[in-house]
C-alpha cells in the first residue's frame, strides 16, 4: 500500500504592501486647501496600503502645544479627515516640539501591526531640546521588526560632522523595552526619513543654481554631503536611497518656486530625504556577500520632490515603496462576530474567539465604529471584556454592550478588539448595520417578527 502523508498546513502566501513616504519641513504653515497631488490621491488604481508621514518644523509655540496636547493639531485633523474615508485609520503617532510622525493603514491591516514603541530623542542644545532630533515608532508589520524615524538634524553648510554625529547619537538611543524587541540594526526594516540639512560642498552659488536650471543634477550629487558620507560611513553605506532625479528642494522664497533671493541667498539643496535599510543575514564566511533576509523585500516605486506646494520654504519629498513579504503571522489573535441582528436594544452579544497564546488582559475593550474611524479612540461606544463578559466555553467567550444610546443611522458598523497587553488592535470585524427599533415590531400572536 502507499505511504499516506498527513496534510501539511498551507504556508502562508507572498503579500505586497504599497506604503507611501512623505517628509516635509512645513516651516512653520498651517495645511493648505488640498494636499491631493502629495498623498497620490490623483491617481488612478494606486492602491495603497499605509502611509507614513513626517513633518518638521510644525508650529510649536506655547499656545500652539498647549492646544495640540488636548486637541489634535491641524495637520493630524487634516490628514485624519482627508484618508479616513478612503478606510485609512491611523494607527499610531509621536510628537516631539516641530516633530511629528504619522502612520495610517487600511482597516484589514489593523489586526497584523502591533505597536512596540514611540520614542523622542532630542538632539537640540546637548541633547535636552527637541527642536533638532529625532522621534521613531517601533512596531510589528505581520511579524517582521519595522523602525520608522523621523529626524531633524543640525542646518548650516559647515555643521556636517555635527549632522552625521547627530544621526548615530539618534541610532544609539533607539534602544526598545521588553526583552522580545531586538537592537534596531536588528530590525528587518528601517525606514529613515526627515530635513536631514545635508548641503552641496565647493561649487558656488552660481555653478549650482545653472546646474540645477539645466538639470545637470550629476554634476551636483559627487558633492553631496550625504553621498559623500555614504561613500565613507560603513553603517550609513548600509543604507539605500533613491535617486535624485527632482531639484534640490531647498531653499525657497516662500509663496514661489524661486531659490533664496534674499541676502544670504542660500545654495540649493537636497535637505529632505528617504532612506531605508533591510536587515541582512549574518554571514560566517567573509568571502560570502551578505544576503538580504528571506521572506522579506523593499522595491521604490517612485521617489520626487512636489514643486507645486510653497507655503514653506522646503519642497516635500515622497516615496512610494512595495514591501513584499511572507506574513510570519497570517491570522487575527482575535476573530470577531456579531451575534444575530443588531437592532437599537439595550445590550447586544458579541461573540469572539482568541488564540491560545493570546496574552488577555483585564485592560483588554472591544470598541463598536462607524466605518470611516479616524483613529482607535473614534468609538461610537465600547465595553471592558472582563467586566462585561457573559461566557466562555471552549475558546469561544461573548460579552454584551449597551447600544441604547447610539442614534439611528444608515452607517455601517464594525468592532474592533484592543489588546492593553500589545497596545494595538488584535482583531476586527467585518462591516454590518444597526437596525432602528421599528424595524422589528409584535405580530398578532405576539412573536416578534422583522419588518420587510
Known sequence: METVSPLKPAEPRTRKLSIHVVTWNVASAAPPLDLDHLLQLDKQNLNLDMYVIGLQEMSCGIMSLLSDTAFEDPWSSFFMDVLSPLGFVKVSSVRMQGLLLLIFAKCQHLPFIQILSAKSTPTGFFGYWGNKGGINICLKLYGYYVSIINCHLPPHLANNDQRLEHFDW??????????????????????????????????????????????????????????????????????????????????????????????????????????????????????????????????????????????????????????????????????????????????MLINYSLTPDFPSSPWDWIGLYKVGLRHINDYVSYVWVSDNQVSFKDGLNQVYIDISDIPETEDQFLLCYYSNSLRSVVGISSPFKIQPQAFLEEDPLGEVQPQI
Request: hydrophobic share 35%; proline share 7%.
Open 170 to 347: 539618534i541610532l544609539e538611543k533607539q534602544s526598545f523595552e521588553g526583552p522580545d524587541i531586538p537592537n534596531i540594526l536588528d530590525h528587518d526594516l528601517i525606514v529613515w526619513f526627515g530635513d536631514m540639512n545635508f548641503r552641496i560642498e565647493d561649487f558656488g552659488l552660481h555653478f549650482v543654481q545653472e546646474a540645477v536650471k539645466s538639470q545637470c543634477y550629476s554634476d551636483l550629487w559627487e558633492k553631496d554631503q550625504l553621498s559623500i558620507a555614504k561613500r565613507c560611513d560603513t553603517l550609513l553605506r548600509e543604507f539605500q536611497e533613491g535617486p535624485l532625479l527632482f531639484p534640490p528642494t531647498y531653499k525657497f522664497d516662500k509663496n514661489s518656486n524661486n531659490y533664496d533671493t534674499s541676502e544670504k541667498k542660500r545654495k540649493p539643496a537636497w535637505t529632505d530625504r528617504i532612506l531605508w535599510r533591510l536587515k541582512r543575514q549574518p554571514h560566517t564566511d567573509s568571502s560570502t556577500p551578505r544576503r538580504l533576509a528571506p521572506h522579506l523585500s523593499l522595491s521604490l516605486r517612485s521617489y520626487n520632490s512636489h514643486m507645486m506646494y510653497t507655503i514653506s520654504d522646503h519642497k516635500p519629498v515622497t516615496g512610494t515603496f512595495d514591501l513584499e513579504l511572507k506574513p510570519l503571522v497570517s491570522v487575527p489573535l482575535i476573530s470577531l462576530m456579531p451575534e444575530g441582528l443588531w437592532t437599537m436594544e439595550n445590550a
